[in-house]
């Protein structure tokens, strides 16, 4: 079974700056897709960023951007500039593409602080 | 173009009663899944289903939880008996069959399921 490690449960940054959320994660199969999810104090999850393991290209979103290191099972999240709406819980997922297999894998969240 | 709906946004009951949560996916998607968020804790997987077919209840205590997707009408996800370990948010998400899915699910605002 697929699992999904954030070590990181908390991390700070200060208004403007660079912060990145560090995922690990364990898989068989070689071809998946890779999510971060943010959700905020209203508990609404939100889709941030999204990656397929084929692309060797990094995915970003405006100030959001990944590092996906497929080799190493690894898939940072940074976030360029951070504003104070950026705080928030932070979940990595996983999704098989295997038929039948479609259950996201959470890990167990990061909660950024964005100090103003 | 409305997002996944969830209903209702609170509940609350007491232990022995039943619980009813109502999804209704977005228009086009087909694919809907339950997942249960404890405090402090990571979404996990309960449900996938399509219409009128459960194709994963992996996640899914084997006794009093129960779900269903009818060919009309929202998904509704159902705890009988419920106690107080049953407290928590209950997320439904949704997604478009096929390819161009691209493997995404959408959230809906979550139930959350207090046991008194």
């Known amino acids: 079974a697929q699992t999904v490690t954030q070590s990181q449960p908390e991390m700070s940054v200060q208004e403007a700056e660079t912060v990145t959320l560090s995922c690990t994660y364990d898989?068989?199969?070689?071809?998946?897709?890779l999510f971060w999810y943010k959700q905020p104090p209203s508990r609404q999850m939100i889709l941030v960023i999204r990656q397929e393991a084929y692309k060797q290209q990094n995915a970003t979103e405006n100030r959001f951007s990944v590092n996906f290191q497929k080799a190493a099972k690894s898939f940072s999240l940074k976030i360029s500039d951070s504003q104070l709406g950026d705080a928030a819980m932070y979940f990595c997922a996983y999704r098989s593409t295997l038929q039948g297999a479609q259950k996201l894998v959470f890990g167990q969240g990061t909660r950024l602080t964005i100090n103003p | 173009n409305a997002g996944v709906m969830q209903n209702p946004r609170h509940l609350v009951r007491r232990r022995g009663q039943e619980a009813r949560l109502r999804c209704s996916p977005m228009?086009?998607?087909?694919?809907v899944y339950w997942y249960r968020q404890l405090p402090e804790e990571g979404l996990k997987f309960m449900v996938y289903l399509q219409k009128e077919n459960i194709i994963d209840e992996s996640g899914m205590p084997k006794e009093r939880f129960s779900a269903e997707f009818p060919k009309e009408g929202p998904s509704i996800l159902r705890i009988q008996q419920v106690v107080r370990g049953d407290s928590a948010a209950y997320f439904c998400?949704?997604?478009?069959?096929?390819?161009?899915?691209?493997?995404?699910?959408?959230f809906g605002p979550g139930t959350r399921l207090t046991v008194l």
């Open positions: 898989t068989s199969e070689s071809d998946y897709y």
């Open positions: 228009k086009g998607h087909s694919h």
């Open positions: 998400a949704s997604s478009r069959q096929g390819a161009a899915a691209r493997g995404t699910q959408y």
